[in-house]
């Protein structure tokens, strides 16, 4: 899959331009110290757990301008992975066309291809925290995914929104993973921002589940899982703070054949920037925040999360359009379960850890007009 990857990349970059009216060629990479302290299992007192570097993230792509109503994008996705032998790994991160005109609706785009999930705040996380977005961080949903999506704005800027049909599966899964998917996943997201400053919100998305599950008699099972997540947002933005409230839940259904219970996920996560650049004349952002993580209402199997992250952001390097190129960020990352809603592994804090996280974070972009 990597010399694929390679070879449609190189492909790409010798036909594109040759074909386009302009091409963008971007790059961000985070250059990332980890290390994590806890309990080791069998160990009463704590310990330093992980202590390493990284490139925990490389995006390299191609933004194709083929005329003012069609656009591309082309990305790859690099990341140091002890799965590989050569010690990284490369994923297909986005492949789609953009159509701004294939439906007569103003302010309305077709997208095609593997692409961006419209769920939650997942499509326009900006990592002002190092962590991924909440959808992202807990498995409820797939940052990008293949489908068609009708996304656009309300009139008057009230707000956006957005109509998807996808595999279900995200970018990571393909070929064997997908032979079986007979029920695509569902999407609506809706954003409104009824007065400046304020933006309310809401998605919901329905997939099938768990495929390829043996029934009792080792029978492949006829009904697939059922899967329906829900988001809602909250969003303020008041000078130099910019605070988000967001609840998701997940309601995983089985089949009448399995023995298993139905169950609900949930999550609470609460995040804000404060940007100190009119107070202090240096661009440094203040972060935070909190998540609470049910990944089952099961009391047979619950385990109750809260993560605690209070971080800087230091933007040092600004590119032409003054948007940051390259930054420092700092991370305290505290998560602990509540030990008597949790399963027995989590007791005496054997899951808590703290961790400390530097990154540095870097982009660059060239466009070549032909």
């Known amino acids: 899959m990597k010399k694929v990857i ?21 790059g961000e990479m985070w250059n990332r110290w980890t290390m994590e302290g806890g309990k080791a299992p069998g160990d009463s007192s704590n310990t330093i757990l992980k202590n390493y570097f990284s490139l925990e993230r490389g995006y390299l792509g191609l933004e194709p301008k083929f005329s003012e109503t069609v656009k591309g994008r082309f990305t790859i996705d690099i990341f140091s992975s002890d799965a590989s032998n050569d010690g990284a790994g490369l994923k297909l991160k986005y492949a789609y066309l953009d159509f701004s005109n294939l439906i007569p609706i103003p302010d309305l785009t077709t997208t095609i291809g593997l ?10 996380w900006n990592y002002d ?38 595999n279900g599966e995200g970018y990571k899964n393909y070929g064997a993973n997908l032979k079986d998917n007979i029920e695509p996943a569902f999407l609506a997201n809706l954003r409104l921002t009824p007065v400046g400053g304020i933006t ?29 997540l ?19 839940n997940k309601k995983i259904s089985y089949s009448e054949e399995f023995s298993i219970k139905d169950y609900n996920a949930s999550c609470l996560s609460i995040f804000s920037t404060v940007k100190l650049k009119k107070l202090i004349g240096q661009d440094l952002d203040l ?61 005496n804090k054997l899951k808590d850890t703290s961790t400390l996280i530097l990154q540095l974070k870097w982009r660059f972009n060239n466009t070549i007009t032909l």
């Open 287 to 347: 972060v935070g925040r909190y998540d609470r993580w049910d990944e089952t209402d099961n009391p047979a199997n619950q385990n109750l999360l809260n993560c605690i992250t209070a971080g800087l952001n230091y933007k040092f390097m600004h590119d032409e359009s003054a948007n940051p190129a390259m930054q420092l960020q700092l991370n305290y990352v505290y998560k602990y379960y509540d030990e008597e809603e949790s399963s027995a592994q989590y007791t």
């Open 129 to 166: 925290l190092i962590g991924k977005a909440p959808s992202d961080e807990y498995k409820i949903a797939n940052s990008s995914d293949y489908g068609i999506t009708f996304n656009g704005y309300i009139p008057w800027g009230w707000g956006e929104y957005a109509l998807g049909i996808y």
């Open 6 to 26: 390679l070879i449609a990349l190189i492909g790409l970059i010798l036909y594109l331009p040759l074909s386009s009216q302009e091409l963008k060629i971007t």
């Open 115 to 124: 692409q961006k999930v419209y769920f939650g705040t997942i499509y326009d």
């Open 230 to 248: 829900t988001d809602g947002l909250l969003r303020l933005a008041y000078g130099p703070l910019d605070l988000w409230i967001e609840y998701l």
């Open 200 to 228: 309310i919100g809401g998605s919901i998305m329905a997939n099938s589940n768990g495929r390829n599950k043996l029934l009792a008699d080792n029978t492949t099972n006829p009904n697939y899982n059922q899967q329906l």
